[in-house]
């Protein structure tokens, strides 16, 4: 379980580092970005390499990532349409799906 929360929170970072530039920082140069991105990135993988490697036994390689990425879609879709404004799309909704299948066939005995 520490695993997965550690990753939730290090996914919360980089979701920021990635996308809050575009609604923050439009009007600044693009490397000024890029150092603020790597600021809070820096903080993603603080928190991000210990919990791959606690998980890391516990869950495969495969198991991780495909973990990962279903965390990714849980944080990106209230950040996008919260924090950035965006509409929430039923593609969000496929894309979950499509994702639940990966969940299926990773982790199937």
């Given at each position: 379980?520490?695993?997965?929360?550690?990753?939730?929170?290090?996914?919360?970072?980089?979701?920021?580092?990635?996308?809050?530039?575009?609604?923050?920082?439009?009007?600044?140069?693009?490397?000024?970005?890029?150092?603020?991105?790597?600021?809070?990135?820096?903080?993603?993988?603080?928190?991000?390499?210990?919990?791959?490697?606690?998980?890391?036994?516990?869950?495969?390689?495969?198991?991780?990532?495909?973990?990962?990425?279903?965390?990714?879609?849980?944080?990106?879709?209230?950040?996008?349409?919260?924090?950035?404004?965006?509409?929430?799309?039923?593609d969000y909704l496929?894309?979950?799906?499509?994702?639940?299948?990966?969940?299926?066939?990773?982790?199937?005995?």
């Amino acid at each position: 379980m520490r695993t997965i929360v550690l990753l939730a929170l290090s996914n919360v970072f980089m979701t920021f580092a990635w996308y809050a530039h575009l609604k923050n920082l439009k009007a600044a140069p693009w490397y000024i970005a890029v150092v603020v991105s790597w600021g809070i990135a820096f903080f993603e993988y603080l928190i991000q390499v210990p919990a791959n490697r606690m998980g890391y036994g516990t869950f495969s390689l495969g198991q991780l990532k495909i973990m990962q990425e279903v965390i990714t879609l849980a944080v990106f879709v209230p950040f996008a349409v919260y924090y950035m404004g965006q509409p929430l799309k039923l593609d969000y909704l496929w894309a979950g799906c499509c994702l639940a299948g990966a969940v299926f066939f990773i982790f199937r005995a």
